[in-house]
Protein backbone atom coordinates (compact mmCIF):
# COMPACT_ATOMS: atom_id res chain seq x y z
CA UNK A 1 0.00 0.00 0.00
CA UNK A 2 1.14 3.70 -0.80
CA UNK A 3 1.94 5.94 2.30
CA UNK A 4 -0.73 8.75 1.96
CA UNK A 5 0.81 11.58 0.74
CA UNK A 6 4.17 9.44 -0.64
CA UNK A 7 5.05 10.66 -4.40
CA UNK A 8 4.99 8.00 -6.68
CA UNK A 9 7.39 6.79 -8.80
CA UNK A 10 8.02 6.06 -12.63
CA UNK A 11 11.16 4.58 -14.61
CA UNK A 12 10.78 4.38 -18.65
CA UNK A 13 13.03 1.98 -19.93
CA UNK A 14 14.26 0.62 -23.30
CA UNK A 15 16.74 -0.69 -25.78
CA UNK A 16 19.27 2.03 -27.41
CA UNK A 17 18.07 4.82 -29.21
CA UNK A 18 13.97 3.91 -28.52
CA UNK A 19 13.31 7.63 -27.46
CA UNK A 20 12.94 7.70 -24.08
CA UNK A 21 14.46 10.85 -23.59
CA UNK A 22 11.88 12.56 -26.13
CA UNK A 23 9.51 10.80 -24.26
CA UNK A 24 10.34 11.87 -21.04
CA UNK A 25 9.32 15.40 -22.04
CA UNK A 26 5.82 14.09 -23.11
CA UNK A 27 5.65 12.55 -19.20
CA UNK A 28 6.84 16.27 -17.84
CA UNK A 29 4.23 17.92 -19.74
CA UNK A 30 1.57 15.79 -18.89
CA UNK A 31 2.86 15.88 -15.22
CA UNK A 32 2.67 19.87 -15.12
CA UNK A 33 -0.86 19.67 -17.36
CA UNK A 34 -1.76 17.76 -13.91
CA UNK A 35 -0.40 20.14 -11.46
CA UNK A 36 2.37 17.47 -10.01
CA UNK A 37 5.40 18.48 -8.54
CA UNK A 38 7.85 15.95 -9.45
CA UNK A 39 11.67 15.56 -10.06
CA UNK A 40 13.24 13.94 -12.92
CA UNK A 41 16.67 11.91 -12.59
CA UNK A 42 18.49 8.89 -14.65
CA UNK A 43 20.17 5.93 -14.01
CA UNK A 44 23.20 5.88 -14.16
CA UNK A 45 23.86 9.16 -12.14
CA UNK A 46 21.61 11.17 -10.67
CA UNK A 47 23.78 12.00 -7.94
CA UNK A 48 27.69 13.37 -7.92
CA UNK A 49 28.73 10.10 -7.10
CA UNK A 50 26.24 8.46 -9.96
CA UNK A 51 27.42 10.34 -12.54
CA UNK A 52 31.18 9.95 -11.84
CA UNK A 53 30.21 6.02 -12.09
CA UNK A 54 28.12 6.49 -15.36
CA UNK A 55 31.46 7.86 -16.75
CA UNK A 56 33.27 4.74 -15.87
CA UNK A 57 30.71 2.96 -16.82
CA UNK A 58 30.25 4.23 -20.67
CA UNK A 59 33.65 5.38 -21.39
CA UNK A 60 35.30 3.08 -24.13
CA UNK A 61 38.78 4.28 -23.67
CA UNK A 62 39.98 1.96 -20.33
CA UNK A 63 40.44 -1.62 -19.82
CA UNK A 64 37.23 -4.00 -20.49
CA UNK A 65 35.08 -4.03 -17.33
CA UNK A 66 34.30 -7.01 -15.77
CA UNK A 67 30.38 -8.05 -15.91
CA UNK A 68 29.85 -8.53 -12.12
CA UNK A 69 32.01 -5.58 -11.93
CA UNK A 70 29.71 -3.67 -14.52
CA UNK A 71 26.95 -5.11 -12.12
CA UNK A 72 27.97 -3.70 -8.80
CA UNK A 73 28.78 -0.44 -10.27
CA UNK A 74 25.00 -0.08 -11.67
CA UNK A 75 23.83 -0.98 -7.69
CA UNK A 76 26.33 1.47 -5.76
CA UNK A 77 25.07 4.22 -7.75
CA UNK A 78 21.48 3.15 -7.21
CA UNK A 79 22.23 3.24 -3.33
CA UNK A 80 23.88 6.77 -3.36
CA UNK A 81 20.78 7.73 -5.58
CA UNK A 82 18.09 5.80 -3.84
CA UNK A 83 19.55 7.47 -0.40
CA UNK A 84 19.83 11.42 -1.33
CA UNK A 85 17.34 11.77 -4.57
CA UNK A 86 14.53 9.27 -4.56
CA UNK A 87 13.78 8.13 -1.29
CA UNK A 88 13.45 11.68 0.26
CA UNK A 89 11.72 13.26 -2.64
CA UNK A 90 9.16 10.73 -2.42
CA UNK A 91 8.70 10.85 1.07
CA UNK A 92 8.45 14.70 0.61
CA UNK A 93 5.21 13.74 -1.31
CA UNK A 94 7.06 14.73 -5.01
CA UNK A 95 6.34 11.99 -7.89
CA UNK A 96 9.66 11.12 -9.35
CA UNK A 97 10.53 10.00 -12.72
CA UNK A 98 13.49 8.16 -13.66
CA UNK A 99 15.15 7.47 -17.17
CA UNK A 100 15.81 3.77 -16.44
CA UNK A 101 15.86 1.98 -13.07
CA UNK A 102 16.44 -1.87 -11.77
CA UNK A 103 14.39 -2.85 -14.75
CA UNK A 104 17.48 -1.75 -16.93
CA UNK A 105 20.01 -4.12 -14.67
CA UNK A 106 18.02 -7.30 -15.12
CA UNK A 107 17.69 -6.09 -19.50
CA UNK A 108 21.88 -5.63 -19.55
CA UNK A 109 23.41 -7.25 -16.97
CA UNK A 110 21.15 -10.08 -16.21
CA UNK A 111 20.07 -10.51 -19.90
CA UNK A 112 22.78 -8.99 -22.29
CA UNK A 113 25.54 -9.98 -19.97
CA UNK A 114 24.08 -13.25 -19.09
CA UNK A 115 24.92 -12.77 -15.19
CA UNK A 116 21.00 -13.85 -15.03
CA UNK A 117 17.96 -12.37 -12.76
CA UNK A 118 18.92 -14.03 -9.48
CA UNK A 119 22.11 -12.05 -8.78
CA UNK A 120 20.04 -8.98 -9.80
CA UNK A 121 17.40 -9.81 -7.77
CA UNK A 122 19.68 -10.54 -5.03
CA UNK A 123 21.49 -7.04 -5.17
CA UNK A 124 17.76 -5.12 -5.92
CA UNK A 125 16.89 -6.97 -2.31
CA UNK A 126 19.43 -5.74 -0.66
CA UNK A 127 19.82 -2.08 -2.37
CA UNK A 128 16.29 -1.14 -2.43
CA UNK A 129 14.63 -3.54 0.28
CA UNK A 130 10.76 -3.44 -0.95
CA UNK A 131 10.96 -0.15 -2.79
CA UNK A 132 9.91 -0.65 -6.29
CA UNK A 133 8.84 1.53 -9.56
CA UNK A 134 4.53 2.29 -9.23
CA UNK A 135 4.64 2.45 -13.20
CA UNK A 136 6.96 1.54 -15.45
CA UNK A 137 6.91 2.56 -19.17
CA UNK A 138 8.92 0.18 -21.71
CA UNK A 139 9.71 1.65 -24.68
CA UNK A 140 10.47 -1.67 -27.25
CA UNK A 141 11.37 -1.22 -30.28
CA UNK A 142 13.37 -3.44 -33.03
CA UNK A 143 17.27 -3.08 -31.71
CA UNK A 144 18.63 -2.61 -35.27
CA UNK A 145 16.15 0.33 -35.57
CA UNK A 146 17.18 1.98 -32.22
CA UNK A 147 21.24 1.49 -33.01
CA UNK A 148 20.34 3.05 -36.41
CA UNK A 149 18.74 6.34 -34.38
CA UNK A 150 21.56 6.12 -31.60
CA UNK A 151 24.23 5.91 -34.70
CA UNK A 152 22.67 9.34 -36.16
CA UNK A 153 23.89 11.16 -33.00
CA UNK A 154 27.36 10.76 -33.58
CA UNK A 155 30.51 8.90 -31.56
CA UNK A 156 28.61 5.60 -29.78
CA UNK A 157 29.28 4.66 -25.97
CA UNK A 158 30.49 1.19 -24.25
CA UNK A 159 27.05 -0.12 -24.36
CA UNK A 160 26.16 0.66 -28.19
CA UNK A 161 29.07 -0.97 -29.57
CA UNK A 162 27.81 -4.13 -28.25
CA UNK A 163 26.38 -6.98 -30.93
CA UNK A 164 22.83 -7.19 -31.99
CA UNK A 165 22.65 -10.27 -30.21
CA UNK A 166 23.40 -8.34 -27.08
CA UNK A 167 20.51 -5.66 -27.65
CA UNK A 168 17.94 -9.03 -28.90
CA UNK A 169 18.22 -10.55 -25.27
CA UNK A 170 18.20 -6.85 -23.49
CA UNK A 171 14.52 -6.51 -25.60
CA UNK A 172 13.59 -10.14 -24.47
CA UNK A 173 14.23 -9.72 -20.83
CA UNK A 174 12.28 -6.81 -21.36
CA UNK A 175 9.41 -8.10 -22.76
CA UNK A 176 9.48 -11.12 -20.17
CA UNK A 177 9.51 -8.94 -17.38
CA UNK A 178 6.13 -7.09 -18.69
CA UNK A 179 4.68 -10.26 -19.17
CA UNK A 180 5.76 -11.13 -15.34
CA UNK A 181 4.12 -7.46 -14.19
CA UNK A 182 1.46 -6.35 -16.77
CA UNK A 183 0.28 -4.40 -13.86
CA UNK A 184 3.95 -2.06 -13.69
CA UNK A 185 5.31 -2.38 -16.69
CA UNK A 186 3.81 -0.89 -19.91
CA UNK A 187 4.69 -2.02 -23.38
CA UNK A 188 4.70 0.88 -26.10
CA UNK A 189 5.91 -0.10 -29.07
CA UNK A 190 8.30 2.74 -30.06
CA UNK A 191 9.49 1.30 -33.67
CA UNK A 192 6.17 4.21 -35.05
CA UNK A 193 6.33 8.18 -35.82
CA UNK A 194 6.76 10.02 -32.54
CA UNK A 195 3.62 11.65 -32.78
CA UNK A 196 1.80 8.39 -31.84
CA UNK A 197 4.25 6.69 -29.68
CA UNK A 198 3.89 10.72 -27.30
CA UNK A 199 0.17 10.22 -27.38
CA UNK A 200 0.08 6.39 -25.77
CA UNK A 201 2.73 7.53 -23.28
CA UNK A 202 0.79 10.77 -22.33
CA UNK A 203 -2.42 8.37 -22.46
CA UNK A 204 -0.50 5.71 -19.98
CA UNK A 205 0.37 8.38 -18.09
CA UNK A 206 -3.16 10.11 -17.82
CA UNK A 207 -4.36 7.27 -17.05
CA UNK A 208 -2.16 6.43 -14.22
CA UNK A 209 -2.66 10.06 -12.54
CA UNK A 210 -6.24 9.37 -12.79
CA UNK A 211 -5.90 6.18 -10.86
CA UNK A 212 -3.65 7.32 -8.20
CA UNK A 213 -5.63 9.88 -7.15
N1 LIG B 1 22.48 0.60 -18.15
C1 LIG B 1 22.73 -0.70 -17.75
O1 LIG B 1 23.43 -1.44 -18.44
N2 LIG B 1 22.22 -1.13 -16.57
C2 LIG B 1 21.48 -0.35 -15.75
O2 LIG B 1 21.05 -0.78 -14.68
C3 LIG B 1 21.22 1.00 -16.21
C4 LIG B 1 21.74 1.43 -17.41
C5 LIG B 1 20.40 1.89 -15.35
C6 LIG B 1 23.22 4.45 -20.52
O3 LIG B 1 21.84 4.64 -20.45
C7 LIG B 1 23.53 2.99 -20.58
O4 LIG B 1 23.47 2.41 -19.30
C8 LIG B 1 22.53 2.23 -21.40
C9 LIG B 1 22.17 1.00 -20.60
C10 LIG B 1 23.08 1.06 -19.42
N3 LIG B 1 23.10 1.82 -22.61
N4 LIG B 1 23.56 2.54 -23.44
N5 LIG B 1 24.03 3.16 -24.26
P1 LIG B 1 21.13 5.79 -21.26
O5 LIG B 1 19.68 5.63 -20.98
O6 LIG B 1 21.73 7.08 -20.99
O7 LIG B 1 21.53 5.43 -22.80
P2 LIG B 1 20.65 5.24 -24.04
O8 LIG B 1 19.71 4.09 -23.96
O9 LIG B 1 21.60 5.21 -25.16
O10 LIG B 1 19.71 6.51 -23.98
P3 LIG B 1 19.75 7.74 -24.85
O11 LIG B 1 21.07 7.84 -25.51
O12 LIG B 1 19.41 8.93 -24.02
O13 LIG B 1 18.60 7.38 -25.92
P4 LIG B 1 17.02 7.53 -25.72
O14 LIG B 1 16.76 8.50 -24.63
O15 LIG B 1 16.34 6.26 -25.61
O16 LIG B 1 16.59 8.11 -27.09
P5 LIG B 1 16.37 9.65 -27.52
O17 LIG B 1 17.66 10.44 -27.27
O18 LIG B 1 15.11 10.20 -26.96
O19 LIG B 1 16.15 9.41 -29.07
C11 LIG B 1 17.19 8.96 -29.91
C12 LIG B 1 17.05 9.62 -31.29
O20 LIG B 1 15.90 9.05 -31.93
C13 LIG B 1 16.82 11.12 -31.24
O21 LIG B 1 17.45 11.68 -32.34
C14 LIG B 1 15.30 11.27 -31.35
O22 LIG B 1 14.91 12.47 -31.93
C15 LIG B 1 14.96 10.09 -32.25
N6 LIG B 1 13.63 9.52 -32.00
C16 LIG B 1 13.06 9.26 -30.79
N7 LIG B 1 11.83 8.70 -30.97
C17 LIG B 1 11.64 8.60 -32.30
C18 LIG B 1 10.57 8.08 -33.12
N8 LIG B 1 9.45 7.56 -32.59
N9 LIG B 1 10.74 8.13 -34.44
C19 LIG B 1 11.86 8.63 -35.01
N10 LIG B 1 12.90 9.13 -34.31
C20 LIG B 1 12.79 9.12 -32.97
Avoid at 147 to 174: I, K, M, N, S
Amino acid sequence: MKGEGRGRFITIEGGEGVGKTTNIETLKQRLQHHGIKHGITREPGGTELGEAIRDLLLRTDTTPLNSMAELLLMFAARAQHLATVIEPQLAAGTWVVCDRFTDATYAYQGGGRELGAGAVAQLEQLVQGELRPDLTIILDIDPEQGLARARQRGELDRFEQEHVEFFARVRATYQARAQEEPERCRIVDAGRPLAEVQADVAALIDGFIGSAK
